[in-house]
C-alpha cells in the first residue's frame, strides 16, 4: 500500500473543536509535526478535515 507524509503546516488556534480533535487523532501537537500513514480513505477523510492546515506527500 502506498505511503502519504503528512505535516501540519499551519496553527491549530483558531481551528473549530472537530479539526483540533482530527489532529490529535494524527498525532500533531506543534506546527512541523510529521507522520508517514497508509494512504487509505480513513487518512483521505481527516486529510480533507485538515486540508487548510497540512502539506501531503507521497513518501
Known sequence: MEKV???LTK???R???N???TAASLGFRKIGDSIVL???A???GKVKVL???VKVEKA
Do not use: C, E, G, W
Open 5 to 7: 507524509k503528512i505535516t
Open 11 to 13: 496553527s491549530l488556534i
Open 15 to 17: 481551528s473549530t473543536p
Open 19 to 21: 479539526q483540533r480533535a
Open 38 to 40: 497508509d494512504d487509505n
Open 42 to 44: 480513513a487518512t483521505a
Open 51 to 53: 486540508s487548510h492546515l
